[in-house]
């Protein structure tokens, strides 16, 4: 049936013609190409008032706070730096054996002597000390919303969207504050800390408590329980696993931060060593620091998360007391051994300095070697990156093509061209009936022509509100024009512009390669055992350790963030193709076969159809960890929103930082409500549940 | 063997007009009357049609003191609401729940916990075991719970694991058990309170068929030593008819028809009964004491049976046997004759209708 336009086809070509009729008319209106200035509300003057005077009426409880969190970190500070390395390396590996096993340990054990033997012992206690007051804490403060949230749900209704919020600010905006507040030290890296890493055991704990199985509750009612019996005997062991995986992702979320808040210095931990190396490009410096980071980061989650996994696992209890209590036997009687050893043996207690050996200065030198000689070589690839793909999402092929670029200069001719060609598309797609396609061909072509930062924003603000509205209901549409209302009233229409084109093209290219990526390895059981380790080794590597690589060989600049933001938002494109296409119901895949379906057919037409919903997820956080990426990579100059952040950080201007990092906030929200809310969609047609 | 006639004469438990309704607004439908309404079906259509759902509609029985009284319906039926409203954990719209005489929808809550560990023990279909306590640990919940010793609590614990033939493996966590063993934790459990009412829902539909029938015999076993009120729910006609003194099933939250076993199969109430009873095995249901005929007269030369006797080992004797078999009660008394003729009145009276039913 050719050319059939129902309603909500008619609702997007009034989009398209509104939206050609602002492109229009923009050179004629100033205010459609640029929000006017004198409009722009002085919201972020407003937050600094209100800051300077919380700041001067309150400071006195916030500093009290201050220096009550400034004792605990301080001793396990001392401690961890006081005691003999040969004995806390040796209590870790115990817990990392208790955890999971011997394997793990004798990582734990290889990891510890790389610190020791580049030379960073101390500054990765300094860091260890902060984790260990910030993760109890943010599981404390996680499980009593949780648990609020479980009971209540209108506490729910209020604590969710706060978590929300939490998770997308971006990390630089709420430094500011909380160094206003607190003042200058260790607790701004702590209290960001607890921040960030408590909504993930809110999740966690609500979720857990929630997947108790009705089943235990009675029998644990009709056994007699009492409120209180019931909830601490019966629902928390029961959740005991999913309540461990909140500590492991609390734990990840508490180490990240705390080396993203070093920034603000003085702290003398192991985020500041990569960051001020960086800063005096020794790259070979910041590597061997940041590879603590990433081993620090992937023994700490080995561990939390075989914790989590062994949380069904229980001794038998005919054994005897020592064999049962095996760990605290070992970890009692060999830390005695290695503490007595070390105030015998010097060099059981102080890592020696003679022992250190630093790679570094090689490693400058072999940097160096790679980026003079392949200089043209490097900076082809940039060039061609920027002017064939950065630079028309940015201005449009209208501004990028011209003969210093492309070669040629764009005539009547070519206009006309690439008009024929899409609408050609467009209404070939019409014609077979597929006119959601067309539509999304002509506003992708637009998009192209004129470039992100050249369309009018009542334009772009309208395709988006009316997306929503088409994907999640009348509630998401809205929600959507205001969020993005805010963003145009508040004067960052043009970073956010910025941002979104960055990430977008990021995240675009992330999803493609992942999803590429994620297919073959669902085909093909070596592919995937070789991607496995590097998404776990990805994903486990705080951010900032990402950047560094691509740093080293590109400099800074879009192109480094760029690539720091694919190297990290792939890794959920690749995960969750794969997993969508492994889980397909076996007897679709079996009558598929039967029907007699090329394995070409299988893919295209049975298998992707099918996983869809669950890529659409994988896209909804590669977005999420684009933009969280996109955060940090303002450290290698980009120019958008979370450039703003980090200078309202740098600058010490609260209400500028944390307009941006709102409007980060907003961006991501929405995003993650629209694909989330397609997915959804998608499932409910399909009668497919995912877990 | 458990005996068919059942006569229990004092009521354990009893459940009066009890109602379930779920909705925007469940209560609007009664008033004070507890449950009473003239025409319950008529009730029920009308709060259907107020968009709400109606789970149980004026459900009555009495469960006696010793008698296994068994809950039968397809999947939606009610039952697994009806056993929940008899131990509160779903809280009855309207109705009357008299445990041993007194409402038990008026105690409050701390009343209702005191009797749930003292007087209520309860099984699971998906047996609910605490997935962090071993065996031992979770047979000695409910007395943990009520601060019972250590010690008391393990020796409580330790002869429930031997009636329910746990033995050995007290140290074992439940994935470490099979499906069966798991139930028989979840069976200990429930009896470690020593309960006098028993509610089992659906215990043995999760276990394959093998381990089900040994399941039904070991809690015949057990029953027998313990003399519990039961109520047990199941959607398998057959379990039903193999362990009930009494029966009610029910069909869309309402019960069909109350009674024993055999009265069932000789007079469903209708179709839907029938559609039940028209595929049971008669031989292993009818005993010698159901198919008296009463044309025939005891003579000396006739063989003897016991009025319990399965029809299934009676029937060489019948074809043997013009005239029949004389039936004596327990204590020795002459119950009557049985005889094929009989046989095949009994029959008839159970089958007839059917054919006729299909017919329609």
């Known amino acids: ?691 | 063997m458990k005996t068919p006639t059942g006569d229990h004469t004092d009521v354990k438990l009893s459940c009066r007009n009890v109602w379930k309704v779920y909705g925007s607004q469940p209560e609007q439908f009664f008033d004070s009357s507890q449950g009473r309404v003239e025409d319950a079906h008529k009730h029920a259509d009308a709060i259907r049609d107020a968009d709400h759902i109606v789970a149980n509609a004026d459900v009555s029985f009495d469960v006696h003191v010793g008698e296994i009284f068994v809950i039968m319906g397809l999947s939606g039926s009610g039952k697994s609401t009806i056993v929940r409203c008899l131990s509160r954990l779903v809280e009855p719209t309207a109705g009357e729940v008299l445990l041993d005489g007194e409402d038990l929808l008026k105690k409050s809550d701390a009343e209702l916990i005191d009797i749930r560990r003292h007087k209520m023990g309860m099984v699971f279909q998906s047996f609910g075991l605490m997935p962090h306590l071993n065996v031992i640990d979770n047979i000695a919940f409910p007395l943990k719970l009520q601060g019972v010793e250590e010690t008391e609590r393990y020796a409580q614990a330790n002869r429930v694991i031997e009636l329910v033939g746990l033995e050995g493996r007290e140290n074992n966590f439940p994935k470490e058990l099979s499906g069966g063993q798991q139930q028989r934790v979840g069976i200990g459990r429930s009896l470690a309170v020593e309960p006098d009412v028993w509610f089992l829902d659906e215990p043995f539909s999760a276990l394959d068929p093998l381990i089900r029938k040994q399941m039904q015999d070991e809690f015949l076993r057990i029953q027998s030593k313990l003399h519990k009120s039961i109520v047990f729910i199941t959607h398998d006609f057959q379990e039903a008819l193999r362990i009930a003194d009494r029966m009610a099933i029910m069909r869309d939250g309402a019960v069909v028809q109350i009674g024993r076993p055999i009265d069932l199969i000789l007079n469903p109430a209708d179709d839907y009964v029938r559609e039940f009873t028209q595929d049971v095995p008669w031989e292993r249901i009818l005993r010698a004491e159901d198919i008296l005929d009463g044309a025939a007269k005891p003579t000396d030369d006739l063989n003897k049976v016991a009025a319990g006797t399965l029809v299934e080992t009676l029937l060489p004797a019948l074809a043997e046997h013009e005239k029949g078999v004389i039936v004596e009660a327990e204590d020795g008394s002459t119950l009557g004759v049985a005889t094929a003729r009989g046989l095949a009145a009994a029959l008839a009276g159970g089958c007839a209708p059917s054919s006729t039913a299909q017919e329609e």
């Open chain 1, 1 to 691: 049936m050719p050319f059939k336009f129902n309603r909500n086809d008619l609702h997007w070509l009034g989009v398209i013609a509104v939206t050609l009729i602002c492109l229009s008319l923009q050179s004629e209106w100033a205010w459609m190409a640029k929000y006017p200035k004198d409009l722009i509300l002085p919201i972020s003057d407003w937050l600094n008032v209100i800051m300077d005077w919380i700041v001067e009426y309150l400071g006195w409880f916030f500093l009290g706070v201050s220096w009550a969190l400034e004792w605990p970190i301080k001793a396990v500070r001392f401690v961890l730096n006081a005691l003999p390395w040969s004995v806390t390396a040796f209590l870790f590996c115990v817990v990392a054996w208790a955890a999971s096993g011997w394997k793990l340990a004798a990582f734990t054990l290889v990891s510890m002597l790389y610190m020791l033997m580049i030379g960073y012992w101390s500054e990765s206690m300094n860091t260890l000390s902060l984790v260990a007051i910030s993760v109890p804490l943010a599981i404390l403060v996680g499980f009593a919303f949780g648990v609020w949230g479980f009971f209540s749900d209108r506490a729910e209704r209020i604590i969710m969207p706060m978590l929300d919020v939490l998770q997308t600010v971006p990390s630089f905006a709420y430094l500011l504050p909380i160094l206003m507040l607190f003042g200058f030290g260790t607790v701004v890296g702590l209290i960001a800390s607890v921040l960030y890493s408590f909504p993930p055991m809110v999740r966690n704990t609500i979720v857990g408590l929630r997947g108790v199985s009705p089943e235990i509750i009675e029998s644990g009612l009709m056994s007699g329980a009492k409120p209180g019996q019931l909830f601490w005997q019966v629902r928390v062991p029961s959740a005991l696993r999913q309540l461990l995986l909140g500590v492991n992702q609390a734990t990840m979320a508490s180490l990240s931060m705390v080396i993203i808040a070093s920034i603000i210095g003085g702290t003398a931990d192991i985020g500041w060593e990569v960051l001020s190396t960086i800063r005096k490009a020794q790259f070979g410096e910041s590597l061997l620091a940041g590879m603590v980071i990433a081993l620090m980061a992937m023994v700490i989650d080995r561990v939390t998360a075989g914790l989590a996994a062994r949380s069904g696992d229980y001794d038998p209890e005919d054994k005897s007391f020592a064999q049962r209590h095996r760990y605290w036997v070992v970890a009692a009687l060999g830390a005695a051994l290695f503490f007595v050893l070390a105030q015998i043996f010097g060099t059981l207690n102080v890592w020696p300095r003679t022992w250190e050996f630093s790679p570094a200065g090689v490693m400058n030198d072999g940097l160096t070697y790679v980026v003079v000689n392949f200089r043209g070589e490097i900076e082809t690839v940039k060039k061609l990156a920027f002017f064939f793909v950065m630079l028309p999402a940015k201005i449009g092929l209208q501004g990028a093509v011209s003969p210093f670029t492309w070669g040629f200069d764009l005539t009547l001719a070519h206009k006309i061209g690439y008009a024929a060609v899409v609408f050609a598309l467009a209404a070939w797609a019409a014609y077979r009936g597929r006119t959601n396609t067309g539509i999304a061909i002509l506003i992708f072509a637009i998009l192209i022509y004129f470039g992100l930062t050249g369309m009018p924003w009542p334009a772009l603000l309208l395709i988006c509100a009316v997306g929503g509205w088409k994907i999640g209901g009348r509630a998401l549409g809205v929600g959507t024009a205001l969020g993005l209302g805010f963003i145009v009233v508040t004067g960052i229409w043009p970073e956010a512009m910025l941002s979104v084109y960055l990430c977008g093209i990021a995240v675009l290219i992330s999803f493609l390669l992942g999803t590429a990526i994620g297919i073959w390895a669902a085909h093909n059981d070596t592919v995937s055992a070789i991607v496995r380790p590097f998404n776990d080794t990805l994903q486990t590597m705080p951010l900032f350790v990402l950047l560094i690589p691509f740093v080293m060989v590109f400099k800074i600049g879009e192109f480094t963030a760029l690539l720091a933001i694919i190297a990290y938002a792939i890794v959920p494109a690749i995960r969750y193709a794969e997993h969508g296409l492994r889980s397909l119901p076996s007897n679709v895949i079996e009558a598929a076969t039967m029907i007699g379906a090329t394995n070409r057919q299988m893919l295209w037409q049975v298998k992707i159809p099918l996983a869809l919903p669950v890529m659409m997820l994988g896209l909804n956080q590669t977005i999420m960890y684009g933009i969280a990426m996109l955060v940090i990579a303002a450290l290698v100059g980009t120019n958008g929103l979370e450039q703003i952040v980090y200078i309202g950080l740098s600058d010490g201007d609260f209400g500028v930082g944390i307009i941006a990092g709102i409007g980060m906030a907003i961006i991501a929200i929405i995003t993650d409500r629209m694909t989330n809310a397609w997915s959804r969609k998608r499932q409910e047609d399909l009668g497919l549940s995912i877990k």
